[in-house]
Structures are given as C-alpha cells and as structure tokens.
C-alpha cells in the first residue's frame, strides 16, 4: 500500500499569510496526487487535482506542486474562508487502494 | 448544476442493516464513477470503494471487501451504501463522491451512528 505522510498535522496562522502544507508518499506517485479542503457540516471541496491542475472555480491563491513524493499545497494570502483541514489523497494504485493523508488543520493564529 | 445529495443521519443499534444513499443530479449519471468515503470521529478519510453505474462494476478497499456493499439505481440516478449487521466501530460519517482518480464533487456526508 501506498502511505501519504502529511505535514504539519496543525498549522497556525493569520489572514494574510502565505502558508505551505507537505505531502509525502511512500513511493512514487508521478503526479497522481489531489487536494481537498473539508470544512465540518460541508461537503468536501476539491482544489487540486494532477499534482498542480486548479480545479475550476477554485481562488487562484491555491496552488499545488510536486511530483514523484514530495508534494506541497500553498495557499498564497489566507482568507478567513480558508482555516479548515486539508487532506492530500493519491490515485497512482488505483486497483486496489486510494489513500489519503492525515489531514491538516488549519487554524486561526 | 452537479449536485449529490446524500440521505439522512441515522442511529441504529448494533447488528442491524443499513443502506444510505447518494441521489445525483445536473449530469449523465451513468458514465462517472461514484465512490464512497469513510471519516470516523476525529479521524482522516478513508476510501471505501467505487462503482461504475453504467455496468455496476465495482471496487472495495481490501479494507471494506466483504464488510460493506456497494450499488446504484440507474432509474433514479442514485447510489447505495449497505451494511447487513452493523458494528460500533462504523459510525461515522460517509461521504459520496463523484469521480473514479480524484472526487470533483462530494455529498454532504451523511452520519451513521451505532449504538445499544
């Protein structure tokens, strides 16, 4: 099975901020690798897809690059709309198994 | 526009069956796939399985095989998550998500709680 390592597990920061979320895979994804945003009581939102690709109607103040295992999620300003987890998720092995990160909290400093 | 509404919370006690649904509407229902989230109680997601409602082929997580299944209903556009004796350890909430790589877009997750 493929293991996605996320880091930090909790991130503090202030609106305004540039903040920087890590992913790891435990061997090599290629590119296969999406991000999502999940706020509790909402559906889950995707915002990355390909490893850098910016899902449609995403603020272009996210971005996300990488490739191979090591991946980053970046959130260029914060916006209060924007303090919520954040989990990276592979598809390289598809068959048998998807795998998401841990999850990363973000929160209000 | 693309929307997937997911059934009520439940509580049910241990041992019983349960199927939760995800209704999709505002596109061809039958050509993407659908698959099935897992977040337990302060925990991360976990995938469940994928189903391809044009043929109902499906795929488990070795983790889920044989502990839940997965199936749709094409003339209502909707997709199921069944149990048939229901455990503490499966309450959670589950999460419907259109897409067969990555899930462009999600339920509102539906809450099953599992208690005597």
């Given at each position: ?54 899902e449609?109607?995403?603020?272009s103040r ?33 068959y048998p ?5 841990q ?7 | ?41 302060g ?8 189903i391809y409602?044009?043929?109902?082929d ?7 095989e ?8 094409n ?8 149990w ?14 259109r897409g ?17």
């Amino acid at each position: 099975d493929i293991q996605m390592t996320q880091s930090p597990s909790t991130l503090s920061a202030s609106v305004g901020d540039r903040v920087t979320i890590t992913c790891r895979a435990s061997q090599s994804i290629s590119s296969w690798l999406a991000w999502y945003q999940l706020k509790p009581g909402k559906a889950p939102n995707l915002l990355i897809y390909k490893a850098s690709s910016l899902e449609s109607g995403v603020p272009s103040r996210f971005s996300g690059s990488g490739s191979g295992t090591e991946f980053t999620l970046t959130i260029s300003s914060l916006q209060p709309d924007d303090f919520a987890t954040y989990y990276c998720q592979q598809y390289n092995s598809y068959y048998p198994e998807i795998t998401f990160g841990q999850g990363t909290r973000l929160e209000i400093k | 526009e693309v929307q997937l509404v997911q059934s009520g919370a439940e509580v049910k006690k241990p041992g019983e069956s349960l199927k939760i649904s995800c209704k999709g509407s505002g596109y061809r229902f039958t050509t993407h796939w659908i698959g099935w989230v897992r977040q337990m109680p302060g925990k991360g997601l976990e995938w469940m399985g994928i189903i391809y409602p044009d043929d109902s082929d499906t795929r488990y997580s070795p983790s889920f095989e044989g502990q839940v299944t997965i199936s749709v209903d094409n003339s209502i556009s909707t997709a199921y998550l069944q149990w048939r004796s229901l455990k503490a350890s499966d309450t959670a909430i589950y999460y419907c998500a259109r897409g067969s790589y990555y899930f462009d877009q999600w339920g509102q997750g539906t809450q099953v709680t599992v208690s005597s």
